[in-house]
């Protein structure tokens, strides 16, 4: 379904666009995205390994807490996804960081908070709302006179919800903000598939 949204209507000469107004943020240390969006685009639209990687390559993913290893490299020293093999460990953690540990790069942290106030829509799949999340994200530059926010609340008690909703609204100092809540990603992306591509 975010291959559909984002494929939807793009001709095959202006894939290097897809993702010219994407920001993800990613708290899992994996690179899932980045393998799925290489092969989704590949099966899409027909094209080679190499255009996928450059398109996907163009899309801004920040991970506050690192990854383990890179999945692309221009030095080759990417680690494959779904390798056996044991790397060297320190090229797999020396880029990990706990949610409890300082964000040590300090130029990232800016771009990933400026790029989340800076949105015209928000959204959140897959996330528990952790605080120290919450936190780290607050604090960017910037807020659009209008927010679209959606969010999946999968395993969230319609109590707990109420306190989501706050925390969504205080990220993005509005008390009056809109935010539209699915249970799965497969639910939102199907109850708000009109709303997301606008």
């Not at 809540?181 to 591509?197: E, V």
Request: charged share 20%; aromatic share 10%.
């Amino acid at each position: 379904a975010f291959i559909e949204l984002l494929t939807q209507g793009l001709a095959r000469k202006d894939v290097s666009k897809i993702f010219e107004n994407v920001t993800l943020v990613c708290f899992n240390y994996d690179r899932c995205i980045e393998h799925f969006l290489l092969h989704g685009l590949m099966l899409r639209y027909g094209i080679e390994k190499d255009e996928a990687t450059k398109v996907v390559q163009s899309l801004r993913i920040l991970h506050p807490y690192g990854t383990v290893g890179r999945y692309f490299s221009q030095s080759g020293q990417a680690i494959r996804f779904g390798w056996a093999g044991i790397p060297p460990l320190e090229s797999i953690t020396s880029n990990l960081r706990t949610y409890t540990e300082e964000i040590a790069d300090k130029k990232a942290l800016s771009m990933m908070q400026n790029a989340i106030a800076e949105s015209e829509m928000a959204v959140f799949l897959g996330t528990a709302f952790h605080p120290n999340n919450m936190q780290l994200m607050a604090g960017g530059l910037g807020q659009p006179s209008s927010k679209r926010v959606y969010a999946t609340v999968e395993g969230i008690s319609e109590q707990n919800r109420q306190m989501v909703h706050n925390d969504i609204s205080e990220l993005f100092n509005k008390s009056n903000l809109q935010i539209n809540f699915a249970g799965t990603c497969a639910d939102l992306f199907d109850r708000y598939s009109m709303h997301l591509r606008r």
